[in-house]
């Protein structure tokens, strides 16, 4: 019965819907009449064809059918399912902030394993599940239309991953695909591509193993116009002519992903929903507060001596007036509607502004770079230590080295979507409330891990692949006024070198801007302007937060925050141009505080050195139970590790604790030290004891007794030496034969030093 009255719902779709007025009702009966006729299996699925006999597949219609939009992706024996599910009555929250979602989980039972913590079941979010969520939601987030204002949710669940073919780009074309099939108002679809580059070749969506030889792993999201939505990636310092050459050529490859969702949307999508009106006084209430508001608002914003927090006061009061005079002119006053219009009002009054006079809010140029301070080596305690100011930006960044034993160790699924198992150097990135003048809660949320992440991989290429030691890097942000991250990549690559570590090269980032005017009826930029060094006040206003780190001779990370439905390659390619003038200037501010890594190490650098110990002189060096190693640990905080069956690893704090620790070392294994042995010497030994596999025999009273088997007693057959009349403290002549290399014992002989028998019997 449900589904023939969802049939002539169907296809009275248009009478009907056109005779009912209110749009919540509409959107309910809508999703009604799709979900009762999709209880059927009508799933369709798609092949796309990639570079270097590579394919991807979109499926839909199998599975999460009560789901607004769900795409099931497949490359390889890599699967995600990935859903999309939006309520159909408006949030409360403020319309200038799209409530979205993402969610992207891996399985364990995915990829065959079972998780190891205590409850056996996935517990909270990694780090790289939260990474990958950030990276979805910046691919999708600037396409949902100006004013969305309905909660919804992005869910992608592994199926099953392979260990080869990476899930992130599969769960950001899904996440395509489910918006586009769904009743969403959303203007996609999008396509992404990784792309690497390898010997000078570009490859399109490389397997875990290929990026390992890879010196890019950059990924690219895009729109059906070849504009660019998303760029992430890091790279191992490449040129800048690669560099544009991988963007370029990724957004051509997401053409074909972006036609074929396109393709499966015809078939197998649903019609849009209809979005709410704006209310009916909404131009009367802008009008009054563009009146009362904007001289004031224009006056703020050309008064260069203004800083961050002076601006912002400023702009409060204004707010506090308008609403203070539009509560006397009018009834009944939305105050929630209101704040929205004057956020809108500050917003194009800020942008107006840049675009009259090309002049920003502080009083510089399109492309000038705010005042940079930096110091080093700021407290002697500290390995390494860096400050770098850059205008209101502050952050102090510190470097600890440890043992490799200290290396980060990967989680199982993580190991095998990356192929790392260990990391022995990483950043941690702090952002405290005090930073922006706020209060509240302290703590690593979405935000510092993605920051953190960032500076991580921009620094990551250029520490020695060999560095004996594990390194943290810690970025604390104590005062913030626009690009935090690219601060701690500059303060961090300060640290570094004040540590003493043998980096390639300096590494300085800075965040590129951008203010459009925005046609949003031809969908395209009619006027644009380049910051160079955002605030961030120009972050929020604006349309583009593109952070870029290299080295003197290239990149080694970018990530581009668009807040609008694409940007051109034009303009892309003039940010990564401005960029890379920055980064010259930035880098000689920096090189004026230190330019080049400590050759002299400080009194407090830890130290290590190799040990190496005969096999035979193990058992003395550990002690029972490893009673040794933990009383070296105790005494002098040095850490012994082995490197292979002869070879140690020493590492202490300090060269003062590697000292004491060599004086201990010595006194273990030189200690009533062994006479060295003659390679086919004879020797008189005595008999310690009695075994039935041979006898225990020592040679000289200062070794360790060693055992000579019963094969080695006699020409004969020995089953036991009792059949030779061998008593304990008995003594006889035994001929050395150099110690075996695997056990360390002494190989000796008896019965080289008999007749030889013409008959060998048995003697039980």
Known sequence: MAALISCRLLNNTNFIFSSIKDIRLKNVLHRFCYSTTNTTDDSKRIEISLPDNKTMSISTGKYARFADGCAVVNSGNTDVLVTAVSKNFASNSQKSFTPLIVDYRQKAAAAGHIPTNFLRRELGPSEHEILTSRLIDRSVRPLFPSGYNYETQIICNMLSIDGINDPDILAINGASAALALSDIPWNGPVGAVRVGFIDNEIVYNPTRRELQGSILNLIVTATKNSNVVMLEGFADNIFDQDLRKAIKSGVSKCQGIISSIEDLRKTHGKEKRVEERIEENYDELYDSVKSLAELKLREVFTDTRHDKMSRDNAVNIVRQQTLESMKKSFENLDLTLVVEIFAKITRDSFRDLIFENNVRCDGRQLEDIRNINCEVDLYKVLHGS??????????????????????????????????????????????????????????????????????????????????????????????????????????????????????????????????????????????????????????????????????????????????????????????????????????????????????????????????????????????????????????????????????????????????????????????????????????????????ESGVMLKLFDSMSPTLLHNSQLDVRFIRHPSALGYEIGQEIQVKYFGRDPVSGEMRLSRKVLLPASAVVRTIS
Do not use: W
């Open 386 to 691: 860096a400050l770098f100011q850059r205008g209101q930006t502050q952050v102090f960044c510190t470097v600890t080295l440890d043992s490799l034993e200290s290396a980060m160790k990967m989680d199982t699924i993580s190991t095998m979507t990356s192929g790392v198992k260990q990391k022995n150097f990483f950043l941690h990135y702090e952002f405290p409330p005090f930073a922006t003048k706020e209060t509240g809660k302290t703590g690593i949320g979405r935000r510092e891990m993605g920051h953190g992440a960032l500076a991580e991989r921009a620094l990551r290429p250029v520490i020695p692949h060999d560095y004996p030691f594990t390194i943290r890097l810690t970025s604390e942000v104590f005062e913030s006024n626009g690009s935090s991250s690219m601060a701690s990549v500059c303060g961090g690559s300060m640290a570094l070198m004040d540590a003493g570590v043998p980096i390639q090269s300096s590494v300085a980032g800075v965040a590129i801007g951008l203010v459009t005017k925005y046609n949003e009826s031809k969908t395209e930029i009619e006027d644009y302007r380049i910051l160079t060094d955002i605030l961030g006040i120009e972050d929020y206003m604006g349309d583009m937060d593109f952070k870029i780190a290299g080295t003197k001779n290239g990149f080694t990370a970018l990530q581009a925050d668009i807040k609008i439905p694409g940007l051109p390659l034009k303009i892309v390619m003039e940010a990564l141009t401005q960029a890379a003038k920055a980064k010259t200037i930035i880098r000689v501010k920096m090189h004026e505080a230190i330019s080049e890594s400590r050759r002299v190490p400080k009194d407090n650098m830890p130290v290590t050195q190799i040990l190496e110990v005969p096999v035979h002189q193990r058992g003395k060096l550990l002690g029972i139970a490893g009673g040794n190693l933990k009383k070296i640990y105790f005494d002098t905080g040095v850490q012994v590790n082995p490197q292979d069956e002869t070879h140690y690893t020493l590492f202490a704090p300090n060269q003062t604790a590697m000292n004491e620790a060599d004086v201990i070392i010595r006194g273990i294994l030189e200690h009533e030290r062994e006479p060295t042995l003659e390679f086919g010497g004879i020797y008189t030994a005595k008999i310690v004891e009695i075994r």
